[in-house]
Every structure is written in structure tokens, then in C-alpha cells.
């Protein structure tokens, strides 16, 4: 960990609040490119870590020409969606191909508590850069390494995406309208769980470090991430053989609990226990309509299919199919669980994310504003930040290079004449 003092000198250079985040003086070396380890090291850098990243000076993270493009004149345009992944950072190039530029990152490494990287199993020691190397160099190392399919097993050398992950992990061939083909989960799921896994790993692993000065390996696969998001489907499968199959809105279980169309578009309602289909029935049902329909009074599980599909759910369909979203909302939201199905821009405008401040905005000089996601994680006392900016191209190479490493003013020259920076 870095004193106060130097972070502090190190944060200003990034335009960064060195306030008192929860993982303050902690340093994470970044050496990801494209999402899942960009979005770990980033969730690091808004609980307060100094994430530095390392790009190469010629090959930088390619998500840095991904749409869409902030604009100003005489400037190269600066991608929005870097910036989002990238937030809170100080950012370097270093050639790791290069003799110096190793012996640079090793520099880092040894000033470090983390370092972050999502390069497909044996990449790093290939480089001569790989965990064993980076741990004889700094013992209390916490070396995570996201990757498709984890740095074990049959498939640990395969190329992947997202999209792999969701098809090897069980995922894509759950997804989609009932009794049609599998659909993809419209968002890259596999590398947004692989982040977040990767992040908790991390904070055990820097925990078990600041006890026993260990550091260790953080493994984590897109693959296994997206297995866990399969709800019951494992322990469906065997316990009882069953293997699961496109539902469309449909829970494989319990009813109603899905989407229903109304006058302007859609809401989830999922009225299915005892107290909240019995709310439902006394907001939407006619007077009587029960009376003689005990079977309609049973908790939703209870339902069997054929009263479901016969009786339950076109009475549902009825109840929604005259009233807006709003109505919806106003009639029962606060009382069962009713919620419009919302597009981003209802979304960003949301006045309970505004009330989370869960929309931020961030200030690109000449660039303008630019609004991102902001934290899901709320601590009362050290609270996140998400309003810092992404970094441009090594923007921080030589004050980082000069107030952590020690690089004098010539050094630094050699190396960027030398192309290793």
C-alpha cells in the first residue's frame, strides 16, 4: 500500500478526490482490455483504489474506438464506452514485449497490492510475466486473472467471448420464447459476472495479504460466473433429470410471475404468494368474481397449468390490457410487485435512479458531460466514486513513471525513444 501523501499526489494527477475510500492505498496494477477486467479494476478504483492502467503505446484497448464517440473540435474523438469501463483511472503505456518495459511493470508490480489481467491462460508467462514471476517479485501479490474458461481444465487455452460463456455455461439454452430457439441474454452477461466475481476474489485475496503478507491467485472463468446465474437449473437437473428449456417470460415454477401487456406497453407482475395475489385480486378483481372460484384463491404456485392458462393468467391479461403503465404503477406498485418494463431513457429518467444516483455525470475537458452508470454499492462512510474520468493514452506515463518508480527525467526519455513507453 502507497502512503497518503503519494496517493494523494498520484490521484491529482487524474483529477481524482483522494478522499478516504474504502480501499484507499491500495494500488491495483490494470493490464485488461476490453470489459470484464476493465469493469473489476474499475469497481476497485470507485471503492477508492489507485488503478493504474497499462496499455501498449501502440495497441491500446481497443474499446477505445467503440461507439458512441464524444466529439470536440481538433481532437481525436474519445469513446463513451471506454469511458465508462475506465472511470477513476491513471493511465500508462508500457511495451511489455520489450526487456525495459518488463522490468518496468515488475517496478509496478512491486509497489502493488493487485494486479488485474484477462489475457487467455499462459499469455502472462509467456511474457515472462506470469503469476510465479510477479510473486517472487512481490510476495503479497493478489494476481487476478479473468478468462474464459479459467487458467485449469480441458479448455483452459480456448479463444472466448461473452457469448461463449453463455453458451458453455447453460445460460444461452434457457433463454428465449417458449418452445422457440435459445436467445442470447441481451447484455454481456458473462463478462459483467466475471467482473464482479473477479471483484470479490479480489477483496478476500487483498484481505488474507494485509493478514499474513500472502498474496495469491484469484481465478476466475466467465464460463463457471455464468453457471451461477442459472438459478435452479443444476440442482433441477440432478435431482430430478430435468433439463431446462426456453420459458420466454414464464418462471419455471411459480405463477403468475411474468410480463403482461397493457395500454402503452408492458409490466412484470409477479402477484404469486398467498398475500400478494389476494391484494391483486381485491385492487383489479370484480365484486363476486370469486365467490364461487375457490380455486382462483389459491397461492399462484398453486395453480395448476391448466387453470393457469385457462382462467388465471387471460384474467390478468384483462385487469392490465385498459390501463397505462402509470395507472399500473399508481394502482398497485407500492402494494404487490408490479413494475413497468422501462427502455433506458425511462430508465436515466427514473426518479428512484436519480434518488440512488444511479445516473453520474463526468466532465471531459472540451469533450462536454458525459453521463454513466453510476455505483450500485452505497457505504454511509466511505462512500464510492464514480465521477472521475477515463484516462487518455498513457496520460500518466511519466508522473507515475517519476513519483512511483523513481524514473529520472532522461530515463524516461530513453524509454519513449525507444518505443517501450
Request: net charge negative.
Amino acid at each position: 500500500m502507497i502512503d497518503d501523501e503519494l496517493r494523494a499526489r498520484l490521484e491529482s494527477l487524474g483529477g481524482l478526490d483522494a478522499g478516504p475510500g474504502s480501499l484507499a492505498g491500495v494500488v491495483v496494477i490494470d493490464v485488461t482490455r476490453v470489459v470484464a477486467g476493465p469493469y473489476c479494476s474499475m469497481i476497485l478504483a470507485d471503492l477508492g483504489a489507485t488503478v493504474i492502467k497499462v496499455e501498449h503505446p501502440d495497441d491500446p484497448d481497443y474499446t477505445r474506438t467503440f461507439p458512441p464517440m464524444l466529439e470536440r473540435d481538433g481532437a481525436d474523438a474519445f469513446s463513451g464506452f471506454f469511458a465508462q469501463y475506465n472511470r477513476n483511472k491513471l493511465g500508462v503505456t508500457l511495451n511489455l514485449r520489450h526487456p525495459e518495459g518488463k522490468v518496468a511493470l515488475e517496478r509496478l508490480v512491486a509497489q502493488a497490492d493487485v494486479l488485474v489481467e484477462n489475457f487467455r491462460p499462459g499469455t502472462m508467462d509467456r511474457l515472462g510475466l506470469g503469476h510465479e514471476r510477479l510473486r517472487e517479485v512481490n510476495p503479497r501479490l493478489v494476481y487476478a486473472a479473468l478468462s474464459g474458461y479459467g487458467q485449469s481444465g480441458p479448455y483452459r487455452g480456448r479463444p472466448a467471448y461473452d457469448n461463449s460463456a453463455q453458451a458453455t455455461g447453460g445460460l444461452w439454452s434457457m433463454n428465449g420464447p417458449a418452445g422457440g430457439p435459445p436467445t442470447r441474454v441481451g447484455t454481456i452477461i458473462g463478462d459483467l459476472a466475471a467482473s464482479l466475481y473477479g471483484v470479490i476474489g479480489v477483496l478476500a485475496a487483498v484481505r488474507h495479504a494485509e493478514r499474513t503478507g500472502e498474496g495469491q491467485l484469484v481465478d476466475v472463468s466467465q464460463q463457471d460466473s455464468v453457471l451461477t446465474l442459472t438459478e435452479n437449473a443444476v440442482v433441477s437437473y440432478t435431482t430430478e433429470g430435468i433439463v431446462p428449456e426456453p420459458l420466454g417470460n414464464q418462471h419455471p415454477f411459480v405463477r403468475p410471475y411474468e410480463l403482461f401487456a397493457c395500454q402503452d406497453g408492458f409490466v412484470f407482475f409477479g402477484g404469486y404468494t398467498d398475500k400478494f395475489w389476494k391484494i391483486s385480486c381485491e385492487i383489479f378483481g370484480a365484486p363476486g368474481e370469486f365467490d364461487d372460484n375457490p380455486d382462483l384463491q389459491k397461492m399462484g404456485t398453486r395453480f395448476d397449468d391448466v387453470v393457469y392458462a385457462e382462467r388465471v393468467k387471460p384474467m390478468v391479461e384483462r385487469w392490465f390490457a385498459s390501463r397505462t403503465k402509470a395507472e399500473l404503477e399508481a394502482l398497485a406498485g407500492d402494494l404487490v410487485p408490479l413494475s413497468a418494463v422501462k427502455d433506458i431513457a425511462e430508465v436515466v429518467a427514473d426518479p428512484q435512479i436519480a434518488a440512488r444516483d444511479m445516473v453520474v455525470d463526468a466532465e471531459y475537458a472540451g469533450y462536454g458531460s458525459l453521463r454513466t452508470f453510476g455505483s450500485p454499492v452505497k457505504l454511509d462512510r466511505t462512500p464510492p466514486r464514480a465521477r472521475g474520468i477515463a484516462p487518455d493514452t498513457g496520460e500518466h506515463t511519466a508522473a507515475i513513471f517519476r513519483d512511483l518508480l523513481g524514473y529520472t527525467p532522461e530515463e524516461i526519455d530513453e524509454l519513449r525513444a525507444a518505443g517501450t513507453i
